[in-house]
C-alpha cells in the first residue's frame, strides 16, 4: 500500500511543468504533502486499530462477568423456587392444623406449630457483589441498559423482612414450650422425617393437641396463613425478576453459559459409598452445561454437587429421569451400570441403564 502511494506521487510530481525549477518546488510540495498525509493516515489506522482491540478487550471483559452474572441469577431462580415450594408447604401445613389437626402424629404436631410461623431472611442476590466488575461502555446503549436492568435486579430484596411478625411463638412462650431449632427450607426437606420426636414430651403433646383446638390458636393459625401467602406473591414476583434478567443476558449475549467446573455424583450409591466424595462428570456440552458419566451404581442414593462442597447440590424426587431441585432429596436409584446425563441448563437428569 505505501509503495503504490509513493509511486503515484512521484508521477504527478512528474507532470504538467512547464518551468523546471517551480516544477521541481511543486514538486517537492507534493511530495511532502503526500509524506505528511501517508503519516496522518497511518497514525489514523493505528488508533482505529488500538481502539477496536481496546473496545474487544473491554467487550471480553464485559461479557466475562457476564457469564458470572447469568450463573448467579440462574441459582437465584432455583433458590426463590425452592422457597415458594416451602412456602406452599407451610400453608399447607396451617391447613391442617386448622382444620385435621386430630389426624396429626402428636409426637410431631408442636413442630409443625412452630415450624408454621417461620419465614427466612430477605433474599439478597450475591448478583450485587459481581456488579461493579460489569464495566460497561457509557456508548454502548445495549451495554447500558443491560447494566441498568441487573443492578436493580441485584439490590432489590423480596420484601420477606416485612414479614417477621409471629403469631405462633408467642403462645407457644404463654404456655411454657420450648422452642426446636428449626432451618426454613432444610428442615422440612424430607417431610419432617428427622424431626427429633422425643424433643417435646408427652405431656406438652397432650397440651399442645388440646389448645391446637382453641380459638387463640386458630386466629394465630389465620394470621399466619396470611403471611405466608404474602410470602408466595413477594418470592414469585422475584423469580419472575430473575428469569427476566437471564432472559435480558442471553439476548444481549447468546453465548452466555453456566459456569460450572467440577460437577459430580455423591451418594451411597457410587462407588464410593459416602456422602463425602464425589464422582466426577464430565462436561460434554460447554454451551447447555450437560454433563455426562457411566457408572455402576449400588442400591441406595445419590445426589449432584458442583466440587466437594454441600454449597451447591440438586437433588431430584423420580428415578430413572426427572427435574432437578436445588438443595432437593436425595434420588433414590437402583442397582445398575448406567450411563447419567445432567443438563444445568433445563434442570433435567437422566439414568439410562445400559447393564444390570
Not at 249 to 268: D, H, S
Amino acid at each position: 500500500m505505501t509503495k503504490i502511494f509513493h509511486k503515484e506521487r512521484k508521477k504527478l510530481a512528474a507532470e504538467n511543468l512547464p518551468d523546471r525549477q517551480a516544477g521541481k518546488l511543486m514538486a517537492y510540495l507534493r511530495y511532502a504533502v503526500g509524506e505528511i498525509l501517508l503519516v496522518v493516515i497511518g497514525i489514523l489506522i493505528a488508533l482505529q486499530v488500538n481502539n477496536w482491540n481496546e473496545q474487544r478487550k473491554s467487550n471480553e471483559k464485559f461479557n466475562a462477568v457476564l457469564e458470572q452474572i447469568y450463573t448467579i441469577v440462574d441459582q437465584d431462580a432455583q433458590i426463590l423456587s425452592t422457597y415458594e415450594s416451602s412456602f406452599t408447604q407451610e400453608s399447607n401445613i396451617i391447613d391442617s392444623l386448622i382444620y385435621y389437626p386430630e389426624k396429626i402424629d402428636p409426637a410431631i404436631l408442636p413442630s409443625l406449630l412452630f415450624y408454621a410461623d417461620m419465614t427466612p431472611n430477605d433474599f439478597t442476590s450475591e448478583a450485587a457483589h459481581q456488579i461493579d466488575l460489569l464495566e460497561f461502555n457509557p456508548k454502548n446503549l445495549s451495554q447500558s441498559r443491560l447494566y441498568k436492568s441487573i443492578a436493580s435486579y441485584a439490590f432489590a430484596g423480596t420484601g420477606l423482612s416485612s414479614l417477621k411478625s409471629k403469631y405462633i411463638l408467642p403462645l407457644f412462650k404463654k404456655y411454657n414450650l420450648p422452642e426446636p431449632a428449626f432451618i426454613f427450607s432444610y428442615t422440612p426437606l424430607y417431610d419432617f422425617a428427622n424431626i427429633d420426636r422425643n424433643f417435646f414430651t408427652k405431656e406438652q403433646q397432650q397440651k399442645v393437641m388440646e389448645i391446637v383446638q382453641q380459638v387463640p390458636f386458630k386466629i394465630a393459625l389465620q394470621s399466619a396463613k396470611s403471611k405466608i401467602q404474602l410470602a408466595i406473591v413477594l418470592v414469585q414476583n422475584k423469580k419472575n425478576a430473575a428469569f427476566s434478567i437471564l432472559h435480558l443476558i442471553k439476548q444481549y449475549y447468546p453465548r452466555a453459559r453456566l459456569l460450572y467446573q467440577n460437577i459430580g455424583i455423591v451418594g451411597n450409591a457410587t462407588p464410593n459409598k459416602n456422602w463425602a466424595e464425589n464422582v466426577p462428570m464430565t462436561l460434554i456440552d460447554d454451551q447447555k452445561s450437560v454433563w455426562e458419566i457411566k457408572i455402576e451404581l449400588n442400591d441406595g442414593a445419590i445426589k449432584f454437587r458442583d466440587g466437594n462442597s454441600w454449597l451447591t447440590n440438586w437433588g431430584g424426587e423420580s428415578f430413572p429421569s426427572g427435574n432437578t431441585k436445588w438443595f432437593g432429596s436425595n434420588i433414590p436409584v437402583k442397582k445398575g451400570y448406567y450411563k447419567v446425563t445432567l443438563n444445568l441448563t433445563d434442570k433435567t437428569y437422566e439414568f439410562k441403564l445400559i447393564k444390570e
